[in-house]
């Protein structure tokens, strides 16, 4: 049987099973974000200290962009805007708007086999940068070896406007450097100074390569929405409903600790246009990622 347990005072949302092989923590005034998650018995996501949230924005979501925004500036439909700027060091908007906000609880079920919990944040005043208003729900269903993640954002306003969305988990392995990352692609994103996107480039199909001391900061475009990450003691398969589907891959200074950020665009998709798509007024737009472990 499956637990939901709410924390008011930290407002947390602590998932178990009775079997403690599934057991997940989400902390509703950090953006919702997942941040423990074990699956099979295995401690897949964990706290990073001492990293710190506002540092990592571990398992965040991302929303209405991911990644950067170069300089904080972008135009659109002839007019400039600007976004704050949250990433003082390069000068860039980094990772949305919503990896900080206080998300409500709209839903929850817990079942014999599954537990599920939805939860929402509206957005009520336009903003400079982004002068729009915008409802965003997401969704969790837990099982003892998968993870179903659903996103949808409803455009609120009366104008259209730009986006891309992203999720940022960092992954545990007990041997990072034998572990893998798996994926179709042929096509990488040029990232240039400040982490700015500058091209793309072609390069040598990729099946699979070995994480090793590798000190990534990469993103891949991807031509299906499969990736696999490969530990010593588990396979972690990655889906995506999309179409247009990239990853970002991020060591941080953390042993045996890697970012697998699933995400529809690229830094500074709102000048390059790489992924970026159009939310009409009073439409909604939905993604799902699904996790799925096999135990070895």
């Given at each position: 049987m499956y637990t939901i347990k709410h924390d008011e005072a930290l407002n947390t949302l602590e998932i178990q099973d009775s079997e403690k092989?599934?057991?997940?923590?989400?902390?509703?005034?950090?953006?919702?974000?997942?941040?423990?998650?074990?699956?099979?018995?295995?401690?897949?996501?964990?706290?990073?200290?001492?990293?710190?949230y506002d540092s990592t924005y571990a398992s965040s979501i991302l929303f209405p962009f991911a990644n950067r925004i170069k300089d904080g500036a972008y135009e659109f439909k002839g007019k400039a805007y600007?976004?704050?700027?949250?990433?003082?060091?390069?000068?860039?908007?980094?990772?949305?708007?919503?990896?900080?906000?206080?998300?409500?609880?709209?839903?929850?079920?817990?079942?014999?086999?599954?537990?599920?919990?939805?939860?929402?944040?509206?957005?009520?005043?336009?903003?400079?940068?982004?002068?729009?208003?915008?409802?965003?729900?997401?969704?969790?269903?837990?099982?003892?070896?998968?993870?179903?993640m659903e996103l949808s954002v409803k455009n609120t306003s009366?104008?259209?406007?730009?986006?891309?969305?992203?999720?940022?988990?960092?992954?545990?392995?007990?041997?990072?450097?034998?572990?893998?990352?798996?994926?179709?692609?042929?096509?990488?994103?040029?990232?240039?100074?400040?982490?700015?996107?500058?091209?793309?480039?072609?390069?040598?199909?990729?099946?699979?390569?070995?994480?090793?001391?590798?000190?990534?900061?990469?993103?891949?475009i991807l031509n299906s929405d499969k990736i696999v990450f490969s530990t010593p003691s588990y396979d972690l398969t990655f889906g995506s409903s999309d179409n247009n589907n990239f990853v970002q891959a991020y060591t941080p200074p953390r042993l045996n600790t890697i970012a697998i950020e699933p995400t529809t665009g690229v830094s500074d998709s709102f000048n390059n246009n790489i992924g970026l798509q159009i939310l009409k007024a009073n439409d909604t737009y939905k993604i799902i990622w699904d996790l799925s472990i096999t135990n070895k």
């Amino acid at each position: 049987m499956y637990t939901i347990k709410h924390d008011e005072a930290l407002n947390t949302l602590e998932i178990q099973d009775s079997e403690k092989s599934l057991y997940g923590k989400i902390h509703l005034n950090a953006g919702a974000s997942l941040q423990e998650l074990t699956l099979n018995g295995n401690p897949i996501i964990q706290d990073l200290s001492p990293l710190t949230y506002d540092s990592t924005y571990a398992s965040s979501i991302l929303f209405p962009f991911a990644n950067r925004i170069k300089d904080g500036a972008y135009e659109f439909k002839g007019k400039a805007y600007q976004f704050e700027i949250n990433q003082k060091e390069e000068n860039n908007a980094l990772h949305g708007l919503v990896y900080n906000k206080s998300f409500n609880i709209v839903k929850q079920e817990a079942q014999q086999d599954s537990a599920s919990i939805v939860l929402e944040y509206v957005e009520d005043k336009a903003s400079t940068g982004f002068p729009y208003t915008y409802s965003i729900q997401v969704t969790y269903i837990f099982k003892a070896d998968a993870l179903h993640m659903e996103l949808s954002v409803k455009n609120t306003s009366s104008n259209d406007f730009p986006f891309t969305l992203g999720w940022h988990p960092y992954f545990i392995s007990d041997n990072l450097h034998n572990s893998t990352l798996s994926f179709d692609c042929n096509k990488k994103i040029v990232i240039g100074e400040r982490n700015i996107t500058t091209g793309v480039e072609d390069i040598k199909p990729i099946k699979a390569f070995k994480i090793e001391d590798q000190q990534l900061d990469d993103c891949w475009i991807l031509n299906s929405d499969k990736i696999v990450f490969s530990t010593p003691s588990y396979d972690l398969t990655f889906g995506s409903s999309d179409n247009n589907n990239f990853v970002q891959a991020y060591t941080p200074p953390r042993l045996n600790t890697i970012a697998i950020e699933p995400t529809t665009g690229v830094s500074d998709s709102f000048n390059n246009n790489i992924g970026l798509q159009i939310l009409k007024a009073n439409d909604t737009y939905k993604i799902i990622w699904d996790l799925s472990i096999t135990n070895k």
